[in-house]
C-alpha cells in the first residue's frame, strides 16, 4: 500500500515553461513533506519542502504547493531549465523516517 | 566536503555469497539510513538508526543486517545474497530533516 504516490511516471516540458509535478499521499499523520532530484549514477539531493502548517514554500525558481484537504503536494519549476531534466521524488517524513513516492522523470527540451 | 561516502560504488555477487556495503558520513548528523531502490518503486526504507547504539527496521528488512560502529559509520550486510537483493543501495545520514544521501552502491546478484 503506497503511501506516497507520484502518478506521472514522466514528464517533457520544453524550455522555458513551467514544469508541475504532483505528489498524492494518504497518511494525514505526515506533517513534513520534501521534494528530491536525482541525477543518473548520483544520490538524491535535496531541493525544496514544506511543513504541513503552510501552503506555498517558494526558493527561487521551485515552489511546492501543499493542499492538507487533498493531501496532494506540486511542484512547480518556472522557468524550466535543460540542467532541471532529472527524476523527482516527493517525500513525506513520519517523525524521523522518510516515506518516498516512486518518482517522476522530467525531461526539459531545448 | 565528502557528506556521505558509500563503498564499494558497484558489485556483482553470487547467490549465497556474503556482502557488507559501508557507509560514513561526516557531518555529525545523529540518524542514519540504508534504503534500496527498484524502477517504479522509489527508494524503500530497508534499516535505520537513531543514535549511535541503535538500529529498528524500515520497510524491506527481511535479507539485511545492520550496525550502527560508531557515531560516523552504519554499514549494512547481506547474509546469504538472493536475486532478488538486485538493487541499488543509497545511505542517507541527518539531524531531523532533510537527510543527506550517497551517490550509492549499484548490486547485482546472480
Known amino acids: 500500500d503506497q503511501q506516497v504516490k507520484q502518478n506521472s511516471p514522466s514528464l517533457s516540458v520544453q524550455e522555458g515553461r513551467i514544469s508541475i509535478l504532483n505528489c498524492d499521499y494518504t497518511n494525514s499523520m505526515f506533517d513534513y513533506f520534501l521534494w528530491y532530484k536525482k541525477y543518473p549514477a548520483e544520490g538524491p539531493t535535496f531541493l525544496i519542502s514544506?511543513?504541513?502548517?503552510?501552503d506555498k514554500n517558494e526558493d527561487g525558481r521551485f515552489t511546492v504547493f501543499l493542499n492538507k484537504s487533498a493531501k496532494h503536494l506540486s511542484l512547480h519549476i518556472v522557468p524550466s531549465q535543460p540542467g532541471d531534466s532529472a527524476v523527482y521524488f516527493c517525500?513525506?517524513?513520519?517523525?524521523?523516517?522518510?516515506?518516498f513516492g516512486a518518482g517522476t522523470i522530467l525531461r526539459v527540451k531545448s | 566536503n565528502a557528506g556521505v561516502t558509500q563503498t564499494p560504488k558497484f558489485q556483482v555477487l553470487k547467490t549465497g555469497q556474503s556482502m557488507t556495503l559501508q557507509c560514513a558520513q561526516d557531518?555529525?548528523?545523529?540518524?542514519m539510513y540504508w534504503y534500496r531502490q527498484d524502477p517504479g518503486m522509489g527508494l524503500r526504507l530497508i534499516y535505520y538508526?537513531?543514535?549511535?547504539?541503535?538500529?529498528d527496521k524500515g520497510e524491506v528488512p527481511n535479507g539485511y543486517n545492520v550496525s550502527r560502529l560508531n557515531k560516523r559509520e552504519f554499514s549494512l550486510r547481506l547474509e546469504s545474497a538472493a536475486p532478488s537483493q538486485t538493487s541499488v543501495y543509497f545511505c542517507a545520514s541527518g539531524r531531523g530533516q532533510p537527510q543527506h544521501f550517497g551517490d550509492g552502491t549499484r548490486l547485482s546478484i546472480l
Open positions: 557531518m555529525n548528523h545523529n540518524s
Open positions: 514544506i511543513s504541513s502548517i503552510k
Open positions: 538508526s537513531a543514535s549511535e547504539g541503535t538500529t
Open positions: 517525500a513525506a517524513s513520519a517523525p524521523d523516517k522518510l516515506v
